[in-house]
């Protein structure tokens, strides 16, 4: 089993930036895909990016262009760049892990989230 922890959210206004993190610690090594959801009050949760161990990466088509997500594998910590904040960015932030993407929202390990909050 996989723990996960995220940080890094806040409050900011629109067209800032924030970088979330997501420490894992446990079993990584059934880890080798890892991705980004989000969910706003009154919404469906949301899949923001994934990330797999060979770097390939997916975003949704609302923050094509603006966020980034990475990893780092030696410090086991998952990254989520978002740049050009907007208030529709405003949500809880979860970070999310498991063996393969497709398997990352029925059977992944989630962390407890980290909310983010953008003023107009």
């Known amino acids: 089993q996989v723990q996960l922890v995220e940080s890094g959210g806040g409050s900011v206004q629109a067209g800032g930036s924030l970088r979330l993190s997501c420490a894992a610690s446990g079993s990584t090594r059934s880890t080798y895909c890892m991705g980004w959801f989000r969910r706003a009050p009154g919404n469906e949760r949301e899949g923001v990016a994934t990330?797999?161990?060979?770097?390939?990466?997916n975003y949704a088509d609302s923050v094509k262009g603006r966020f980034t997500i990475s990893h780092d594998n030696a410090k086991k910590t998952l990254y989520l760049q978002m740049n050009s904040l907007k208030p529709e960015d405003t949500a809880m932030y979860y970070c999310?892990?498991?063996?393969?993407?497709?398997?990352?929202?029925?059977?992944?390990?989630w962390g407890q989230g980290t909310q983010v909050t953008v003023s107009s």
């Open positions: 999310a892990a498991a063996l393969y993407c497709g398997w990352l929202i029925q059977r992944g390990s």
């Open positions: 990330i797999d161990s060979d770097g390939n990466t």
